[in-house]
């Protein structure tokens, strides 16, 4: 198995981190490659510690176990996916409601492609571990916050009009559907066109859910008011 090299290259932006930070980042890019070959549950420390060229001693300087080391990664995925996703961000000049959530989408299965191996580790073992869980509801709130103040804001514009009054509920609804439909494809090993089949079902149910017939008085992208 080759290991994490710890020591920076020229061209490598590791050579800007301390060397704590490079063998922290060395134990989380060792993960991915091990879980697609194995679960979490029969991944050792001694193979995470392989194959980041550590000892294990230096795994337990910086986690206290694999599954803390998975949370963190996952961590950093959702940071990822909060910067770059999310249907109440600015959308661009000249989209069509429907380019602009299925941008939104799109995004976000690209999010979940390339990073399916920790994705689907931790969907399969969150429930029984309460960080992982705790991680995961906080996560999924904020991103139901944010949907939920959109909804709202676009219904006080006159446009949209959504099939629940109960706009908290229905943005949890409609962002646990997209989560089990990417996890599940992801672990099916869909490819591109696969994926986007799933975007174009789910573009259909965010139109049909939250603007229903007022999606024709949505402007063009430029004009759509930003999220308060």
């Not at 020229?10 to 063998?23: I, N, T, W, Y």
């Not at 697609?36 to 420390?45: D, E, H, N, R, W």
């Not at 571990?129 to 219904?155: G, K």
């Not at 646990?176 to 990417?182: C, E, G, S, V, Y």
Request: hydrophobic fraction near 40%.
């Amino acid at each position: 198995m080759t290991s994490v090299p710890l020591t920076p290259v020229a061209g490598d932006r590791r050579a800007q981190l301390s060397k704590g930070e490079r063998q922290r980042r060395a134990i989380l890019d060792a993960l991915p490659p091990l879980l697609s070959k194995q679960p979490l549950s029969s991944l050792s420390v001694s193979d995470i510690t392989k194959a980041a060229g550590l000892s294990r001693s230096g795994f337990y300087f910086y986690f206290d176990t694999k599954e803390t080391a998975l949370t963190v990664a996952v961590a950093d995925v959702w940071s990822e996916l909060k910067s770059r996703s999310g249907i109440w961000r600015p959308a661009l000049q000249g989209d069509s409601l429907h380019d602009h959530v299925r941008r939104s989408l799109s995004t976000t299965a690209e999010v979940w492609r390339n990073h399916a191996e920790l994705l689907i580790a931790f969907t399969q073992v969150r429930d029984i571990d309460p960080s992982m869980e705790a991680m995961w509801a906080e996560s999924m709130q904020e991103f139901t916050t944010q949907l939920s103040e959109y909804i709202r804001l676009e219904c006080d514009l006159g446009r949209a009009e959504p099939v629940s009054s109960d706009y908290e509920d229905l943005a949890g609804t409609l962002l646990h559907a997209t989560a089990d439909a990417f996890y599940r494809a992801v672990r099916a090993g869909s490819d591109q066109q696969e994926m986007n089949r799933h975007v174009d079902l789910l573009t259909r149910m965010f139109l049909a859910a939250i603007w229903g017939p007022r999606s024709g008085l949505w402007p063009a992208v430029g004009q759509a008011p930003a999220p308060r």
